[in-house]
């Protein structure tokens, strides 16, 4: 197994100038596009602390705090916060600053996890994580609580999949 890394060094950023195209009739960024981005980042975090491939395997959430203007820059940091075996929680923290006065503010939060691949597509062996920074601590510690419930979610999730089944009775054949 490789050797634990830093907290700080898997960090990854995207910026982007938000266009009127890019926006709803509210003229705010799309949502869609935000968990575009979200995914974006969160990958290349990922895929720095694993030198291999990664697919998406959860969003934990995606927590819309404020909206993003048209006019405005949004910017997305990602770090890998906590390792399982193959598997990486990887936290996206999304600000929006207006350019004309300066003022930024944090309008979302995510967590997703992803899992490294190797070369023949399955999961491999990813190097472990650790803080450097109070914040860090803060996202590291509460990492295995997120964990938990990321199980328990996908037990029901897969309970409801299969009691449901490819149908629901209004579809048609």
Known sequence: MTTAKPIGSTRSIKSSYVLP?????HNTLFGGN??????DVGARAAMRHSRRPVVTASTDSIDFLHPIKVDH???LVAVVTWTRTTSM???????SEDLHTGERIVCATSFLTYVALGDDGRPVE???VFPETPEERLLHEGAPARAEARRQRRVVSKSLAESLGTKMP????
């Open 89 to 95: 929680e990887v936290f996206i923290r999304v600000v």
């Open 73 to 75: 820059e949004v910017t």
């Open 126 to 128: 990813v190097p472990k």
């Open 170 to 173: 209004w579809e048609k054949d």
């Open 34 to 39: 935000l968990m575009a981005y979200i995914d």
């Open 21 to 25: 195209p890019d926006t709803n009739n």
